[in-house]
Structures are given as structure tokens and as C-alpha cells.
């Protein structure tokens, strides 16, 4: 069962507990309560609120770097009931990779050659002949 406390997040509960520890700092002064606790609760007060600062500090520096991941499949298919083909994409460059119950190999993907008509294909018979896959 969720109550309004689990669903509050920790940065918010922490400064209620600061709140709180300030509140009661001001209630102990005015009911004229000694030096020493009221230094410690000025103190305990200081304390978290350096640690929220810390804590939320902590929390925006990470915000500004962009969060990819360094290995995705982009498609998979399976050939066989014990072989497969899949394209995996690893920092920006992507990859087929073919694997199976013993043997996984790996080829680079590359870019599809596009011709615009069969006058220009002498522009494009330098390209590279694929490679079959053994």
C-alpha cells in the first residue's frame, strides 16, 4: 500500500526534515531553552542543509551529459530454429552479426550504394563488392 510518504521523492523529504529540525530549533529558542541545544540543533540544521545542497548539486551535474548506450540491436531475425542475424549498433557504428549454438561472427555494416540509372554505372564500379558470409 503507498502512502504520501513513499510516493515523496528523497530530495523533498530531505528538506521536510530540515524544516523540521529548524522549526524545532525556533520553538526551543522561544521557550528560551538553553545555549547548548539550541547550538546543536542550529548545528544538525547546517548539517543537512549542506547535504541537500550536496545532494541536489550531485543530481543536476549528471543532467548536462547525454545518456546513450554504448550497445543496441537495432533488428533481429532468426534464419533458423538455431541460427540468427542481427544488427547491432555499438557507439554509432553498426554491425550484422550472425550466431548460432557454437559460431557467432561478426561483419561490419555498410551504407547501401545508391545508382540513379544504369548510364552511371561506371561512376559506381569502384564501390565495394560485398563480402559473403561464411
Known amino acids: 500500500m503507498k502512502t504520501w510518504w513513499t510516493c515523496v521523492s ?5 528538506l521536510l526534515a530540515l524544516g523540521l529540525v529548524l522549526g524545532l530549533a ?11 541545544s539550541l547550538a546543536r540543533a542550529l548545528l544538525g540544521g547546517l548539517a543537512l542543509a549542506v547535504l541537500g545542497g550536496w545532494l541536489m548539486y550531485r543530481g543536476r551535474a549528471g543532467a548536462g551529459f547525454p545518456r546513450t548506450e554504448p550497445l543496441r540491436v537495432v533488428s533481429r531475425t532468426g534464419l533458423s530454429q538455431r541460427c540468427g542475424l542481427a544488427l547491432v549498433e555499438v557507439e554509432g557504428s553498426r554491425y550484422f552479426v550472425v550466431f548460432g549454438d557454437s559460431f557467432a561472427e561478426i561483419r561490419p555494416a555498410r551504407a547501401p550504394v545508391r545508382v540513379k540509372s544504369r548510364s552511371r554505372r561506371r561512376a559506381v564500379a569502384g564501390a565495394p563488392v560485398e563480402e559473403p558470409l561464411s
Open 10 to 14: 528523497p530530495r523533498i523529504r530531505l
Open 26 to 36: 525556533g520553538v526551543a529558542q522561544w521557550r528560551e531553552a538553553s545555549v547548548t
